[in-house]
């Protein structure tokens, strides 16, 4: 009887595993992907500007205040995940809309300085100056609009009442991959005007 009990206690729980849901992993992998192609592209910036023949130039003031706009945003996404934590549906449908307006706002201001750069005689085509502040703002843009296409569907699933205290998964991945973009733009924006 006792060689039963000592038995009986050899046996071991077993280990709790890590997971993780499906699609915060992909989201976690993409966020890895874009920060590794953003490094590569801001150090080939470092090497090609070291090389000389670099154009001066005033990078557009509009992007300050994008850069504030995109800030703000950043706040309101926190608002709208809150929302979600307390089941207050009102408040997490008006901050994720007011969120997706001020990512649309961030996009045209950036426009806007693509406007002044134009004027200032900058294009993508000539000296590699101008290429890399196009190129680094437009993937940007690119990946800002891939985020509103999130808000969007994170603003669907509101709507239909699948964001709440007890399913966060959507409202989380939104959130992390907007703050994502807007902590990549405030490196991007450091970035040029402190190495411009």
Known sequence: ???????????????????????????WLFIVSIIM??????????????????????????????SVILV???LTMHWAYMAAKKDNFGSLKIAITITFVLGAIFLYMQFQGWVELVNENVFFVGN???SFMYIFTGLHGFHLISGLLVLVVALIASFRLRIHAKSLNQIEIAATYWHFLDILWLYLFFFLVYFH
């Open 1 to 27: 009887m006792s060689e039963l009990v000592n038995d009986i206690s050899i046996i071991e729980e077993p280990e709790e595993t890590l997971s993780m849901n499906p699609r915060k992993f992909i989201l």
């Open 37 to 66: 192609l953003f490094a590569a592209m801001t150090s080939a910036y470092l090497v090609r500007r070291a090389e000389g023949n670099w154009l001066e130039y005033d990078i557009p003031s509009i992007f300050t205040y994008s």
């Open 72 to 74: 703000v945003s950043s």
């Open 128 to 130: 590699p100056a101008g």
